[in-house]
């Protein structure tokens, strides 16, 4: 049984990657419908959130069906992060985690994110603030180092499993590789095979497939994997790998009704969130994905990314369905 703290997660937990502009409330609750064990909110500035800045403070909305949750904070001064994290504290996730991996350059250049990997020591210090002003466990999703030649994450995960850190997530990559070439997962592997480290290690990067998903688990020995892109548009993956762990087949893919029925569910949800204007504009960016390879779809597609009132984009679901319900998506 894997545990971060008194949160149990299964035996090999499937865990949503916190992503910008994707990890909101609706799309996790349909990675939690579709078997996810944990979530994970979008990354939040410290600064931010102390600011009172509108934008970081909705994404603390989490909600009880979604539990497990964590709540995912970044920034680079210590007093910053000590207050945001009591901050995260009133609204109860079940963790905090920080954010060491983001190589996006604009959270980099403050220093924060990925920007860390480079300073260990105040990767440290960071973390020991939040620690020490919070109850909740605390973990951290980092990188496996700054490039190829300063892969720094053994000293990293022994370093802050002595301050307390209850969990790690490594992504196989370093900043200077963005989301570019191969994870590489012997790192994390060698993490989670140190005799010196009993906190559970995700592994994170590339895996897309229910065969990859077994293939890692067995071979790299993690205590569970940690999702990112694969989940976009397409949160039935957490069930397939869950389905072939068990089976060792796959299940079928997802019908042309369940695309529609997760693009629904997540406009509904969306609105209910954020209201019709807001929820209207901010699911469009996911239909095409949630539509991704069906032949003939332009027009469709066209109509969902432009009108503007719900009504419009749900008349549209029920053509695509009565249009496309015998067709079968690859």
Request: proline share 4%.
């Amino acid at each position: 049984m894997v545990k971060i703290g008194n949160v149990s997660l299964g035996e090999f937990p499937l865990l949503l990657a916190p992503m910008e502009d994707v990890s909101d409330p609706p799309f996790r609750r349909l990675c939690k419908m579709h078997g996810a064990d944990m979530l994970y909110s979008e990354f939040i500035s410290s600064e931010g959130l102390i600011r009172d800045a509108i934008k970081s403070k909705q994404k603390l909305d989490i909600f009880d069906y979604e539990r497990p949750v964590g709540i995912q904070i970044f920034g680079g001064d210590e007093e910053a992060m000590a207050m945001s994290a009591k901050i995260v504290e009133t609204v109860q996730p079940d963790v905090l985690d920080i954010n060491f991996g983001c190589p996006v350059k604009k959270v980099v250049c403050k220093g924060a994110g990925a920007g860390v990997l480079k300073d260990i020591d105040l990767m440290v210090r960071l973390t020991k603030a939040v620690i020490d002003s919070t109850h909740l466990p605390v973990t951290v999703k980092t990188r496996l180092g700054w490039d190829e030649n300063s892969i720094n994450i053994d000293e990293v995960a022994e370093r802050l499993q002595d301050i307390g850190v209850q969990a790690l997530s490594i992504h196989g990559r370093t900043r200077a590789q963005l989301y570019k070439g191969e994870a590489d997962w012997s790192h994390i592997a060698r993490v989670k095979n140190n005799p010196r480290i009993h906190i559970p290690i995700f592994g994170n990067g590339d895996v897309d497939t229910p065969e990859k998903a077994l293939e890692y688990r067995n071979k790299y020995g993690v205590d569970g994997i940690m999702i990112g892109r694969a989940a976009i548009g397409y949160p039935w993956i957490f069930n397939e790998i869950k389905h072939f762990f068990k089976t060792g087949e796959k299940l079928a893919t997802p019908t042309i009704n369940d695309r529609v029925e997760a693009a629904r569910n997540h406009l509904t949800w969306a609105i209910e969130w954020k209201g019709e204007k807001l929820g209207v504009f901010e699911t469009r960016r996911h239909y095409t994905n949630y539509f991704k390879g069906i032949p003939n779809f332009k027009e469709y597609r066209q109509k969902m990314v432009t009108f503007d009132a719900s009504t419009d984009v749900f008349q549209t679901f029920d053509e695509v369905l009565d249009q496309f319900s015998n067709h079968h998506v690859m």
